[in-house]
């Protein structure tokens, strides 16, 4: 199983729509959580960070769910900007350093 | 003033070159990292020095050689340069890599293409 999971994609949702993105971790041991977005031919950049309780900038909440080891990220009334690979990150780890892995991404295409 | 900033964007060499990326952070980070973004977009980490001092080496070939002169700069030594090191590097920094929630921030990726 791989550490971090995600559903590549691609997700081709019409402008205005609500997406929902998942995330599965594997390590039980992992403690904190971030969405990154990473568009065409450019660098990741934090989205947002995953807090136990929830959290919510703006159209975009996030989701933690430590029993069942997934993060969920939605988005409501999308905007064509929003088109972009959306990255889960994971944090943390038994040891003296905090791993910090990647998942694959998932592609958002929003259509106008 | 880029925050994170790479040398060169690209890079296109021969098989069994040796070639270096250089990375530079204007943040005051005490954390840096390499990581490798192959065909398939996957990012996986590479290496991690905490003040100048290597925390993380993700079974990275040894042609490959981190090098941190002060921990400002983290540079990417690559030896003998094979087809499948063909990928798109970014270099990261983050405040403190051992806090949970720490942000990284990436540089602009370094595309490398081996001929």
């Known amino acids: 199983r791989k550490e971090v999971e995600q559903d590549p994609g691609p997700f081709n949702v019409p402008e205005g729509a609500t997406v929902a993105f998942n995330c599965t971790y594997s390590?039980?041991?992992?403690?904190?959580f971030f969405w990154y977005r990473q568009d065409c031919r450019k660098e990741p950049k934090l989205l947002m960070s995953v807090y136990s309780s929830g959290n919510e900038d703006g159209r975009f909440t996030a989701q933690l769910n430590r029993a069942s080891q997934y993060i969920s990220l939605l988005i409501r009334d999308s905007k064509l900007s929003d088109s972009a690979t959306y990255l889960c990150?994971?944090?943390?780890?038994?040891?003296?350093?905090?791993?910090?892995?990647f998942g694959t991404g998932t592609k958002l295409q929003v259509i106008p | 003033d880029t925050a994170v900033s790479q040398t060169p964007k690209y890079l296109v060499t021969q098989m069994g070159n040796d070639k270096s990326i250089k990375c530079e952070q204007n943040l005051g980070h005490d954390t840096m990292y390499w990581y490798k973004q192959d065909s398939k977009k996957f990012l996986k980490i590479m290496f991690s020095?905490?003040?100048?001092?290597?925390?993380i080496n993700e079974t990275v070939p040894n042609r490959f050689s981190p090098k941190s002169p002060d921990k400002a700069h983290l540079n990417l030594h690559i030896n003998s340069l094979e087809l499948g090191d063909s990928a798109v590097y970014f270099c990261a920094s983050s405040q403190d890599g051992n806090r949970a929630y720490n942000e990284q921030f990436f540089g602009p990726g370094t595309r490398l293409t081996v001929l």
């Open positions: 020095y905490n003040n100048k001092e290597l925390i």
């Open positions: 990150v994971v944090k943390g780890g038994s040891g003296g350093y905090q791993k910090v892995t």
């Open positions: 390590n039980s041991a992992s403690q904190s």
